[in-house]
């Protein structure tokens, strides 16, 4: 698509959910290059004003910098499919799948990706003292991780040693959410993958100074995270996890940047989701995977930018 037919450029970025910060920053860094590559750029966020107050007339193009709830689950896609508006990233029905943690994992399974094994908990018809017999049923050994099934970012994920800090973090989660997922914790290498318009850009390993990669790890500094790139995984491996991300990518229709999540553990990779908008911070992955590929950080948002498109 010609870069003529993209003159104005509107960035979605804050918004409501819990990641809000960490979009703001991802706006404000993406706003920055697309002015450095001479787009017109103006702002939008649904925090301050509803998504149908868009105006068509002044907007070319939607770029979509939002994280979390409303903004990567489909929500906004289907506000922006309604405006008939193009836009970055993946679309309505593969936003909302990569989001929902249980669809996800349902689709890995379908299509052959291995993730950790797992069972869910929902608030109305959950009973605390049968969560032994179900850990027994699936086979599950502790360390055991709890988490909601449709944040991003690791927010409210917890890392349980045994049943009764299990159990006290699900009394806690069910107050601020209706359904958990329970999974077997893998350990091992961290390997993060960064897929563009369905090829894959390349794998980076984390090594997280905290418990696991939370979201502090995630976007402070003083969190000392080490990034490397690349990942050290073998020549093999390293295609390898490359595939899978490939291989997600597609199984969940995903348009746009995508960043995948895995474990290393015993020569097997175990996919933990995937993210349809990923971060674009200074402390983001996908850019630092782009970067070690020679692909400036403005090349990429303009990558990004004229993929966009309608019925995603």
Do not use: W
Request: some cysteine.
């Amino acid at each position: 698509m010609s870069r003529k037919k993209f003159k104005h450029v509107l960035v979605i970025l804050g918004g409501t959910s819990g990641e809000r910060a960490v979009s703001l920053e991802s706006g404000k860094a993406c706003i920055k290059a697309l002015k450095s590559k001479k787009y017109k750029v103006s702002t939008f966020d649904p925090k301050i004003r509803n998504f149908n107050l868009i105006d068509k007339r002044k907007t070319n193009v939607i770029f979509n910098a939002l994280h979390g709830r409303d903004g990567e689950d489909g929500v906004a896609q289907s506000y922006f499919e309604y405006l008939k508006i193009p836009y970055t990233h993946s679309g309505v029905l593969s936003s909302y799948n990569a989001m929902n943690k249980i669809i996800s994992k349902e689709i890995f399974i379908k299509n052959k990706i291995k993730t950790p094994k797992f069972f869910t908990i929902k608030k109305n018809n959950f009973k605390i003292n049968k969560i032994s017999k179900i850990i027994k049923k699936n086979n599950i050994n502790f360390p055991i991780v709890s988490k909601p099934t449709n944040e991003g970012s690791s927010l409210g994920v917890k890392v349980c040693k045994n049943i009764k800090n299990l159990i006290k973090s699900v009394n806690q989660q069910l107050k601020n959410y209706n359904e958990l997922i329970i999974e077997e914790y893998i350990g091992g290498q961290e390997i993060q993958v960064a897929v563009i318009n369905g090829r894959p850009l390349g794998a980076i390993e984390l090594i997280p100074k905290r418990l696991f990669y939370d979201y502090k790890a995630k976007y402070t500094k003083k969190a000392k995270t080490e990034h490397v790139m690349p990942a050290r995984l073998s020549k093999k491996k390293y295609s390898e996890v490359l595939e899978i991300a490939k291989k997600t990518h597609q199984a969940l229709k995903c348009r746009g940047v995508t960043r995948s999540d895995f474990k290393f553990y015993n020569n097997k990779f175990y996919l933990l989701e995937i993210n349809t908008q990923p971060g674009m911070t200074s402390l983001s992955l996908v850019p630092e995977i782009a970067s070690y590929r020679s692909l400036s950080f403005e090349n990429l948002v303009e990558k990004i930018l004229l993929d966009a498109s309608i019925n995603r």
